[in-house]
């Protein structure tokens, strides 16, 4: 059974703090890793897929890394508006579209 | 171009009752799935739906049921409501039926179970 662990579950940060978020996962034959942001009470928006270990993303403040074992999300010098629940999920072989979540790291950025 | 759509945003029913949520996909995307997220979880997985047929299902009882039309917009259906169904549930769409490079969320349908 897949399963996907972030943590940690919540982190407050100050303006400009730098820090990871961690997705550590269990899949059998995996086919992209997904990072997405949420905010409250809305859908997740789409942030990354990474496929292979060693594949890096980056997108303004944010970089995700893959390992064969985990993936990290990278907030460098985060503002306010990064404040949010970061998601990862993981899609397995031969399984369609079907992702499996991990229970999300909900981040705080203080002014 | 428009995103996913849902509707309707919010809805408040009674144990026992049927519901019908609503999805529209992006403008060319043929593949839709459904996830139920309960407050301070991760979603999970219900159902993908590919050029009308079903291509997954997670662990839901058979209460839950959906389909999907020849626009590519589909309807999750949840009968015989129970408490424990109350949550967000999202739909989303992408251009392929597996492997996927992106998949677009919706902003959800929020459903109160009393």
């Known amino acids: 059974e897949d399963q996907v662990t972030q943590s940690p579950e919540a982190l407050r940060l100050q303006e400009g703090e730098s820090s990871s978020l961690n997705c550590s996962y269990t899949?059998?034959?995996?086919?992209?890793l997904f990072w997405y942001r949420q905010d409250p009470g809305k859908g997740p928006e789409f942030l990354f897929t990474l496929y292979s270990a060693g594949e890096e993303k980056e997108k303004e403040r944010l970089k995700a890394t893959l390992t064969k074992k985990e993936s990290f999300l990278h907030i460098t010098a985060p503002k306010p508006e990064d404040s949010a629940t970061y998601l990862c999920a993981v899609r397995r072989n031969n399984a369609g579209n079907m992702l499996t979540f991990g229970g999300g790291t909900r981040l705080m950025v203080k002014p | 171009d428009a995103g996913v759509t849902q509707s309707p945003t919010h809805l408040i029913k009674t144990r026992g009752q049927h519901v019908t949520l609503r999805c529209s996909p992006i403008?060319?995307?043929?593949?839709v799935s459904w996830y139920q997220q309960v407050l301070g979880q991760g979603p999970q997985f219900i159902f993908q739906y590919y050029e009308k047929e079903e291509r997954g299902r997670g662990n839901f009882p058979d209460r839950f049921s959906a389909r999907q039309f020849p626009n590519y917009s589909s309807e999750l259906n949840v009968n015989a409501l129970l408490l424990g169904d109350s949550a967000l549930y999202l739909c989303?769409?992408?251009?392929?039926?597996?492997?996927?490079?992106?998949?677009?969320f919706g902003p959800g349908t929020r459903l109160t179970v009393t």
């Open positions: 899949v059998s034959g995996l086919r992209g």
């Open positions: 989303a769409s992408s251009h392929r039926g597996d492997y996927a490079y992106e998949q677009y």
């Open positions: 403008s060319g995307h043929k593949s």
